[in-house]
């Protein structure tokens, strides 16, 4: 079945001292909304982004142009870092699915507005042979009730697997918010949060990374794919928890209802950056609101944005767009939000 866990064989290595030198994990993101990534080795311990060099890489076996840029440094271990990089073209220009450029002017010029996001990262884990983890061979565990936030053997799997990434994505400073187990077995969710502007896309990307980088210890393969099993199965999204400042202050709750306003005039340019196959997901059943129609509510969770219960009540807070599929790029989501509630003026 799956891969042998070899950490008894890789320990000895990993306590070996290594001198003055450090390793440096470059992480991009490639043409296909992949994650990728190669090491250097660094002469001595990186303190400041500027020490690092712009590296190449073979943009043709990623689906993209080569070129690339760096950005946030979490922790890979002593002084060992991972390292977000952004794709440029050998002409300057930013790679195809670079939309952190976009994303980053779009955050600066509502800086002033404080936009804040939490996104809750659903996904669905397989084993190498493309078969949910942990169900029945050849058949189907019992129909979904007993998982959402389950405990106890055959309503939960591979919970080591989920604590070893929590605590990894904690170490490494990503603002993760929350894990829990989903409604479909096997599918399980983080929550990365809040975080302000442009940081919200790098959290979450390198969240997506230490995980399905840790995964491949356990022999699991992580999908991001918004409805990874056809039939009376849940979805998996990345609902979207956004506010600004003036949301968050008393009387909030007028400027999220505004937001909402200008949310539902731009509905198909929203769902066109929401995920591939996001229209297998969005039906309007299993806790969604259907693709083809903007609807808004309170405490309701078949709607395209929620206003949480204890966000009517206190009168301030933020809204949840349901919408977002789990393959999304968070750049495009954050950035796109923005644009709509923040720099779009009515006529
Ligand atoms: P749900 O009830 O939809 O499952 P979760 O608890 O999974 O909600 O996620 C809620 C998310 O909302 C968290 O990631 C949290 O960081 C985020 N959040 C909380 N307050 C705010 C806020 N003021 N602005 C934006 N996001 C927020
Ligand atoms: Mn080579
Ligand atoms: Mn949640
Ligand atoms: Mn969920
Ligand atoms: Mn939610």
Redesign the pocket.
Known sequence: MAILYRNDLLAPYLALPQGEKVQAEYVWIDGDNGLRSKTTTVKQKVTDIGQLRIWDFDGSSTNQAPGNDSDVIPSAGGDNIIVLCETYNNDGTPNKTNFRHHAAKIMAQAKDEEP?????QEYTLFDVDGNPFGWPKGGFPGPQGPYYCGAGTSKVFARDLIEAHYRACLYAGINI??I?AEVMPSQW?F????CEGISMGDHLWMARYLLVRIAEQWGVKVSFHPKPLAGDWNGAGC?S???TKA??EPGGIKVIESAIEKLALRHNEHIAVYGEDNDMRLTGRHETGHIGEFSSGVANRGASI?I?RHVAAQGY??L?DRRPASNIDPYRVTSIIVETTCLTTEN
């Not at 804040?116 to 809750?120: N, P, Q, V």
């Not at 929550?191 to 809040?194: E, K, S």
């Open positions: 804040w996001f939490g996104l809750e918010s929350g829990n969710e929550q990365v949060g809040p609902h928890n956004f506010s949301m968050r929620r949480p807070g933020y949840e």
